[in-house]
């Protein structure tokens, strides 16, 4: 299996300047326009009815589907299919046997990623549905209100309760946690003119700005944070 993060775009252009003022690396555009920052991929979509979540390439998805149908309705797509989970994050489940090598680079701008979030009203039937998609349960309790997955392309996930997360939460988010180090990274997203949809000061007793949230130009967030 192999993992790829999927975003939608306003315009192709203006995502390819976003990806590459942060130091994405652009993997390729001629038909599929894909960045690394050296942990995972990323690709932007533009067409008109693509929306943000994961895009998971595997060849046995007609298995995987007969699984998932009680959870959520499988639409035939001409490359796989297409399902949703309990929060309706959309996953393209491709049938391609394409490997994918990440180049070996330093971070982007925003520091070190730490996988996808996604916050449920139902944290339990949520696990289920992507267990049944090839993850496992690697952190984490239903009573403490959150779970850490990982897939076996070792991309992680955290599913998180709702009233947990004191800031906007955009569903799916993308997660970058720097530490001590995020005062500097936020400094350079400043510098970089990126636009910041949210300062947050909530953990920080003094009120500084040590959290921010950024969104690229189709809307997926960005949670970068000092955890």
Aim: net charge negative; glycine share 8%; aromatic share 10%.
């Amino acid at each position: 299996m192999k993992t790829i993060v999927h975003t939608p775009t306003n315009n192709l252009a203006n995502s390819i300047d976003f990806y590459t003022k942060l130091k994405f690396n652009l993997l390729s555009e001629k038909t599929l326009t894909r960045f690394s920052e050296g942990k995972f991929v990323l690709e932007v979509n533009p067409e008109r009815t693509a929306r943000a979540g994961i895009k998971l390439l595997g060849t046995d998805w007609q298995s995987t589907c007969k699984k998932i149908e009680p959870l959520t309705k499988v639409m035939p797509q001409n490359d796989g299919f297409l399902v949703s989970d309990p929060n309706g994050v959309w996953i393209y489940l491709v049938s391609s046997d394409e490997d994918i090598v990440l180049p070996e680079s330093e971070n982007s701008v925003l520091g070190n990623f730490g996988g996808m979030s996604i916050e449920t009203v139902d944290i339990e039937r949520t696990l289920e549905f992507w267990l049944l998609l090839g993850f496992e349960v690697k952190s984490g309790k239903a009573e403490q209100g959150w779970f850490g997955l990982q897939n076996t392309d070792g991309f992680e996930l955290s599913l998180m309760n709702p009233n947990i997360c004191p800031h906007l939460f955009f569903n799916p988010g993308l997660n970058f946690f720097n530490g001590k180090n995020n005062p500097g990274i936020i400094e350079e997203v400043r510098r970089l003119n990126i636009p910041i949809t949210e300062e947050i000061t909530h953990f920080n007793k003094e009120g500084i700005v040590d959290n921010i949230i950024i969104r690229d130009p189709g809307g997926l967030g960005f949670f970068i944070f000092n955890d």
